[in-house]
């Protein structure tokens, strides 16, 4: 829900350009292999291996970046709206067009290095006890400062969400802040499935 906020509201109203990074749940939470949530956090594991190798396999970061995000949007509308885990690599690349053969790194544990690297940079900036989603951004002064959050049931209207980014961003200069919570009310809504 985050990210749907962050694309459908954030970017175009505040100019923010958005740099994907995965956050692998299973190597976060490293669930017993007989737990329920082992399965599901290891599919989803595994689909960051194929995004990892599209993204090492463009022309430029920019590139690479937008098609991260393809995937990204791809495979959460079929986890998320259509409560599909029964998906191949193979298909969601085709579905968003790009070269099928970044399925392999679904099964290579080679692309876990870069997968561990990544995730391991956003948590530097927000610690170790906290989960998805991580926005980090520069500050003013130039160094880069993150949040764990916002953490949302479903995107606020665009007002309130601006109004909230904004808060956000101002936060993010004030060393001394750490932590907003409320507790959960409301299951999720995630809205129409993204086009």
Known sequence: MTARWVVDDV?????????????????????????????????????????????????????????????????????????????????????????????????DDSWDGAIRSGMDDGLSLVGTDVGTPIIAMKRPDGDRAGY?????????????GLAMWDGLVALMDVDSFFELKRTRSGGLEFGDRPT
Not at 26 to 53: C, I, Q, W
Not at 76 to 95: C, K, M, P, Q, Y
């Open 11 to 107: 970017k175009p109203a505040r100019d923010v350009n958005v740099t994907w990074r995965p956050i692998s749940l299973l190597f976060k939470n490293e669930p017993p292999e007989d737990s329920d949530y082992h399965g599901p956090a290891y599919f989803t594991h595994r689909l960051l291996r194929v995004m990892e190798s599209v993204k090492a396999a463009a022309t430029t970061p920019e590139h690479g970046n937008d098609e991260v995000f393809e995937l990204y949007w791809e495979m959460g509308s079929r986890i998320h709206h259509d409560r599909n885990r029964d998906f191949t690599a193979t298909e969601v690349l085709e579905a968003v067009g790009l070269d099928t053969s970044h399925a392999a790194a679904f099964d």
């Open 148 to 160: 764990f959050g916002p953490v949302i049931n479903k995107k606020p209207d665009v007002d309130k």
